[in-house]
């Protein structure tokens, strides 16, 4: 997956919605002393670090905009940091369709939304349930229309304990 834009919505000086384009031949930063292009890189390192570090987390204390923190801790909001917009490239579809079937996931664009808890929502993510069951249930050799209809309105472990069940 490439990134094709980032919105950062509060992270240390940037206090307003800030959101620039990923060019994929060259995207710069420009601005003068103490503008923000180290808070912009930092955030977007703090959303998908490489490796478990605790200093490439969010955190409210140090992240969040100083002005802005007492009325953000009185809230309670778990507020969000950055929202990024991906492109999904042909081999990446190629390997989800090995994986789950063709046609089964067929999004260009995916996002995903980080907040200070340092969780992350994904959106734009839309899936054939019917032909993800049909795939997998014939590839393990047990599919019929049947089971089907019956594993394609479980929503949760609890239900599908009691399609076994049955």
């Given at each position: ?49 490489f490796q478990k570090d605790e200093k490439f ?72 349930k019917a032909g993800f069951l049909e795939n ?31």
């Amino acid at each position: 997956m490439k990134l094709k834009k980032a919105t950062i919505h509060k992270y240390k000086c940037i206090e307003s919605e800030q959101s620039f384009d990923v060019n994929e031949e060259i995207t710069v930063l420009v601005g003068m002393n103490e503008s923000g292009k180290t808070s912009v890189l930092e955030a977007l390192a703090k959303s998908n670090y490489f490796q478990k570090d605790e200093k490439f987390k969010y955190n409210t204390t140090h992240d969040y905009p100083r002005r802005e923190k007492k009325a953000l801790d009185k809230s309670g909001e778990d507020a969000k940091v950055l929202t990024c917009i991906y492109s999904v490239s042909d081999e990446l579809h190629q390997k989800i369709a090995k994986d789950l079937g063709e046609g089964v996931f067929t999004e260009t664009e995916v996002t995903t939304t980080n907040k200070f808890s340092n969780g992350r929502t994904w959106s734009g993510i839309k899936s054939d349930k019917a032909g993800f069951l049909e795939n997998k249930t014939k590839k393990l050799g047990i599919w019929s229309k049947a089971l089907t209809d019956k594993l394609s309105v479980v929503k949760n472990g609890v239900g599908l304990d009691s399609l076994i069940g049955e």
